[in-house]
C-alpha cells in the first residue's frame, strides 16, 4: 500500500511563514509610521524594530533549519517551474537576511546614548567594522534592501494570488491553516 503524499506544509514551517508575514508587516509600519517622524522618534521606536528584526533573524534561521529536515508539499510541476519557485524563494530569503544584517551594521548609538535594549532586556551588541564601508553607508543600503524586499514580497503575494484565484492548484491551500483536503479535484 503506497504512503499519501504530504499536501501540505508542515505545520511549523506554516507558523513560522505567517509569523515572519506579521513581524514584517509590524518592521515595515514601524519604519514608515512613527520611524519616519519629527525629532526622535527615530530613536525611541529604534528599539522596537531592533527587537522584531532580531526576532525576524531568529524565524529565518529556525525556518531555513527546519526546512532542511522536512519534504517540501507533492506537487506536480515541470522542472523549470520548479527552479523559478526555488530561486524567487531563495532571492527572497536572502534580500531578508541582507536587510536585517545590513540594519544591524548600520546601527552606531550616538556618544553618550545607552545601548539599545531587545525587548527592553538585552542590549544590542555592536556589529564589528566591516570594511570601507561606515555604519551610515550600511543604513543606506539597508534603506535600499528594503524597497527591494517589498518589491519581491509583493511579487510573492501575487504569486500566492494567481494560485489561488487563476490556477486553483492547492498551492495557497499548503500554506494556510485549513484541514487537509483528500477528496481530487475530479
Not at 506554516?14 to 509610521?33: C, D, K, N, P, Y
Not at 517622524?37 to 521606536?45: I, K, R, S, V
Not at 507533492?74 to 534580500?95: D, G, I
Request: hydrophobic share 55%.
Amino acid at each position: 500500500m503506497r504512503e499519501n503524499p504530504r499536501l501540505h506544509w508542515h505545520f511549523g514551517i506554516r507558523l513560522m511563514h505567517w509569523l515572519t508575514v506579521v513581524a514584517l508587516a509590524a518592521q515595515v509600519t514601524i519604519a514608515f509610521g512613527p520611524m519616519n517622524g519629527p525629532g526622535m522618534a527615530t530613536m525611541n521606536w529604534l528599539p522596537l524594530h531592533m527587537s522584531i528584526g532580531a526576532t525576524i533573524f531568529a524565524i529565518i534561521v529556525l525556518r531555513l533549519c527546519w526546512r532542511v529536515c522536512t519534504r517540501a508539499p507533492v506537487r506536480q510541476t515541470s522542472r523549470l517551474s520548479r527552479f523559478a519557485t526555488a530561486f524567487f524563494h531563495v532571492s527572497l530569503y536572502v534580500t531578508i537576511l541582507a536587510v536585517l544584517i545590513t540594519g544591524w551594521l548600520g546601527y552606531r548609538p550616538m556618544p553618550f546614548m545607552p545601548p539599545a535594549l531587545l525587548f527592553g532586556t538585552l542590549p544590542v551588541p555592536l556589529a564589528p567594522s566591516v570594511g570601507a564601508l561606515p555604519a551610515r553607508g550600511f543604513a543606506l543600503v539597508h534603506a535600499k534592501l528594503v524597497w527591494i524586499m517589498l518589491g519581491l514580497a509583493g511579487v510573492h503575494i501575487l504569486g500566492a494570488l494567481a494560485h489561488f484565484v487563476l490556477l486553483r492548484d492547492g498551492v495557497m491551500r499548503s500554506m494556510v491553516f485549513s484541514r487537509p483536503n483528500t477528496a481530487s479535484r475530479g
